[in-house]
């Protein structure tokens, strides 16, 4: 904790040696940073984040984060507040200034001082998009639909099993076939790409 505190006061030196302020660059700088406090409340935004999720400041972070992703936010999240990890990357659907989704890459680093883990530091990179949407490797069917708007609720597969009256492993099924369909790896990415697409309305 101390060499972490070191390192951080060695930045800031070195920048105030060259006659420059670490955190007039960090507010200015083309990549989204924000801080986040030990409750998850949005304590600062940087210009670039601000264009972003819009003036957030004092909220906390789960509402500017879409439905589908808030579980895997909170998740990491509270990995960094308990101690188990320092820094996490992953990617996140955040809703976005002008009211869309926007997928980004967040990568966040615990802040500490003498009693501990004091909150969160973090950067976003928005995910390049991809001008006009390859065509569906196939059209989903109804139940994959079905499953599909369940994924965007942020259902598990027990919920999705129980919503639609359907075996665990069914539901593993479709979740695999709408992944194949829209060409993406994980249950978000797959929402995120089938928003994109106009599959789950605005």
Not at 8 to 34: K, P, Y
Not at 47 to 65: D, K, N, P, Q
Not at 150 to 166: H, K, M, P, V, W
Request: aromatic content about 2%; proline content about 2%; overall charge neutral.
């Amino acid at each position: 904790m101390i060499e972490t505190l070191e390192r951080s006061e060695q930045a800031s030196d070195a920048a105030a040696s060259l006659g420059g302020n670490i955190d007039d660059a960090l507010t200015n700088i083309r990549v989204a940073a924000f801080i986040l406090g030990r409750d998850g409340v949005i304590e600062w935004l940087n210009a670039t984040a601000t264009a972003i999720v819009g003036g957030t400041r004092g909220r906390h972070f789960s509402s500017v984060v879409a439905p589908e992703a808030v579980h895997l936010a909170r998740a990491e999240f509270a990995k960094k507040i308990v101690g188990s990890t320092r820094t996490t990357d992953h990617g996140l659907v955040v809703r976005s200034a002008n009211g869309t989704s926007c997928t980004v890459v967040v990568h966040t680093v615990s802040l500490e001082d003498e009693s501990g883990v004091v909150g969160v530091f973090g950067i976003m990179e928005v995910a390049a998009e991809r001008a006009t949407p390859t065509p569906l490797r196939r059209e989903l069917t109804p139940r994959q639909h079905e499953v599909l708007v369940e994924l965007a609720r942020g259902a598990s597969t027990d919920q999705i099993a129980a919503s639609l009256g359907i075996a665990r492993e069914t539901v593993r099924n479709h979740v695999r076939g709408v992944l194949r369909a829209l060409r993406v790896h994980s249950r978000l990415e797959a929402v995120a790409e089938a928003r994109r697409r106009g599959l789950l309305g605005p």
